[in-house]
């Protein structure tokens, strides 16, 4: 097998430096063992096809590095002949060039899987319209319906509706797909039908979090993609009919932020807001997930309340923090108190981290950054064992459950998105391995006892590997992750396929079915295989995918500025006779929160110093519900009445 080797080195600083002969071996590269050997200074490589190459111990002392990885990065260690014996990493990444016969072979095969990913698609998609619309999910065994968005985060199945007839929830979940497929008919089909009969006026107790990453966020994303005149999806009139349904629905989400933190209440009814009597327990993932789609919200009709709410209550859950960085899994909204301490990158937080990244990249605000950062390097130091990341309490960082859970998936199409590729390869390989081993993965796996729990041995056609195997070949383009995908389409074929649909396995073990074909099998599972497999529709365009797999395209429109110091659009101004001059708030020491532009009366400037109190009348429970003053910098508390202010002396 012929191959090429792309190397690069950087400055390193030093003078006078030769490289000597130094070599390493790969394992298993498409199933077969490579070794590289560098010679002096670098100037060529060599492959060999062998099972190891051993270092000429002459030469160095190091030891070669062995990789048993698939991952296209490497790090090879070479000493250099210099007195001091300074060790110098570099980073070589390689890559194979197959004769182009071989290379069509694997373009045919992307194209056998991808229409393979099309059919199972429309296998779930027809079935459904057949036998469930308009209601909100498919029951493939018995070709028949659920209107299970009221189910959805209910374990206990509290306060079901009994005149509720669905949302049509599958059809607003596969809108982003249709488009992606490129069925531009039945996506204009979809958008009609929706804006003439969808109406949340329903007498339905909704969970929020789920309703704002299906519907909202399924209605945002169908209607940026009906908007983009590169798509030419619908080709009659459309009217922002999308839109004006994702504010009807955003406008009822908010009396659930309504609480003394400002962190909102898990369940909301669409039509009599938070019910009497209502839980006020939520989880991290559940408060700390809202910010794409409440922001996007804003940012396309122009009301404020929808961003504001969001990330209100982010930042709220962001100071009930550790000192260690670290949030737990539940905790109250009225008090404000973790009721869960143990944490991890599973379900009840993951998606809190997916959005705080995402968040940065879609709105280009750069607390955003700073929070995923600190959040980021604290679960490498305390969740992370290996490839593996456990569970610890958030106060002390100590382990508390070693579990592997099939949302944890996620985490290394996230790690794509930072950076961390090869923490993101290592963690991706032993989810596969999972997955090979029992089929699909099981939604708990004790890794202290080796055994999947016993009480959650269900696989509910789960898109999370599918995604994270796409962020990776998005990154690598190594083909080992083609193979991935392909194991999944056969899996989910050979043990899931129905005559009426894709069904959900209860029991991974016995692979016995249940009866319930979730709708983000069609809005992500589908989707990032799809993706996987052919590319086309993200090539060159600038998309981030919500938690529920929807696309919102990346505009500089909806960007933060740079801060007002830098550029004099941001400045308010002074006017002193018949001149007008430049003046910063600092210096008028005056609010810019309630100080309107001279130029634009309808826009309020804030300084960069300015945090607002959590409350817009000034009350506060604590100190965390107070800001920073904009006139000093300096942090506002609470007084003995309630009311934030400049207290305490300096």
């Known amino acids: 097998m012929a191959g090429k080797v792309a190397y690069w080195f950087g400055q390193i600083g030093l003078q006078d430096v030769d490289l000597v002969e130094a070599s390493f071996r790969i394992q298993k590269v498409n199933g077969r063992s490579f070794s590289f050997v560098g010679s002096e200074k670098g100037k060529t490589l060599t492959i060999r096809d062998q099972k190891q190459h051993s270092v000429d111990k002459d030469k160095c002392t190091s030891p070669s590095i062995s990789l048993a990885t698939s991952s296209p990065v490497a790090w090879a ?57 308009p209601h909100d999910e498919l029951k493939p065994i018995t070709k028949s319906f659920t209107d299970s968005l009221s189910e959805l985060g209910n374990l206990k199945l509290e306060h079901l509706p009994t005149d509720y007839n669905g949302s049509a929830v599958t059809l607003v979940e596969s809108l982003s797909s249709l488009a992606i497929f490129g069925n531009k008919t039945e996506f204009e089909k979809g958008v009609l039908w929706l804006s003439e009969n969808l109406k949340f006026d329903v007498d339905v107790r909704v969970n929020l979090f789920e309703c704002n990453i299906r519907l909202l966020g399924g209605l945002i994303s169908a209607h940026l993609l009906a908007i983009d005149p590169t798509n030419r999806l619908i080709q009659g009139s459309y009217d922002n009919q999308l839109l004006r349904l994702a504010e009807d629905l955003g406008k009822r989400f908010l009396p659930a932020f309504e609480t003394p933190t400002g962190i909102p209440y898990a ?8 019910m009497e009597n209502e839980t006020t327990e939520t989880s991290t993932s559940g408060c700390g997930s809202l910010i794409l789609e409440m922001g996007a919200l804003s940012r396309l009709t122009g009301d404020p309340r929808f961003e504001s709410a969001a990330l209100r209550a982010l930042r709220q859950l962001w100071r009930m923090r550790s000192s260690l960085d670290l949030l737990g899994t539940t905790l109250d909204v009225v008090t404000g108190e973790w009721l869960e301490y143990s944490s991890g990158i599973g379900a009840g937080v993951d998606s809190f981290y997916e959005y705080l990244m995402k968040a940065y990249i879609l709105f280009g605000k750069e607390d955003y950054w700073r929070m995923f950062r600190s959040a980021y390097l604290a679960s490498q130091k305390y969740f992370r064992y290996g490839p593996w990341y456990h569970e610890a309490n958030m106060w002390s960082g100590k ?3 070693w579990q592997l859970t099939s949302l944890q998936a996620f985490w290394p199409g996230l ?14 390989r032993e989810f596969f391995h999972a997955w090979e081993k029992f089929g699909v993965i099981p939604e708990r796996y004790l890794l202290d006892h080796q055994m999947i729990h016993p009480t959650e041995r269900y696989y509910p056609l789960r898109p999370e590997l599918a995604e994270s195997t796409f962020y990776l070949y998005q990154a690598t383009k190594d083909p080992w992750y083609l193979d991935v995908g392909e194991a999944m389409v056969k899996s989910l074929n050979r043990y899931t396929k129905v005559a009426g649909g894709f069904a959900s396995v209860r029991d991974v073990t016995t692979m016995q079915l249940e009866d319930h074909q979730h709708s983000f099998f069609l809005a992500e599972t589908c989707k990032y295989l799809y993706l996987l497999f052919d590319d086309s529709f993200v090539a060159k365009r600038n998309y981030i995918f919500t938690t529920e797999g929807h696309p919102l395209q990346v505009m500089s429109s ?19 006779g018949a001149w007008e001059s430049g003046a910063s708030a600092m210096s008028m020491k005056v609010c810019p929160s309630i100080a309107p532009n001279s130029r634009l009366h309808e826009q309020h400037r804030e300084s960069v110093c300015h945090v607002p109190d959590q409350k817009i009348d000034h009350k506060c429970w604590s100190n965390r519900d107070c800001g920073v003053d ?8 609470c007084s003995e009445v309630g009311f934030c202010g400049l207290w305490n002396p300096l």
């Open 77 to 133: 260690m070479f000493r250099p002949l210099h007195p001091k014996h300074v060790y110098i990493c570099f980073l070589i990444s390689f890559a194979f060039f197959i004769d182009p016969s071989s290379q069509h072979v694997d373009d045919v095969k992307k194209q056998q899987m991808r229409e393979k990913v099309r059919e199972m698609f429309y296998h779930a998609y027809d079935n459904y319209m057949t036998y469930a619309f």
């Open 267 to 274: 369940w909301i009814n669409f039509k009599k807001g938070v």
């Open 399 to 401: 382990p508390t459950y």
């Open 415 to 428: 790690q794509v998105l930072v950076g961390d590729v090869a923490a993101a390869n290592s963690s991706h």
């Open 558 to 576: 909806w960007h933060e500025k740079l801060p007002e110091s830098y550029f004099s659009g941001n400045w308010t101004f002074s006017k002193s």
């Open 630 to 637: 904009a006139t000093t910098c300096r942090q506002r508390s």
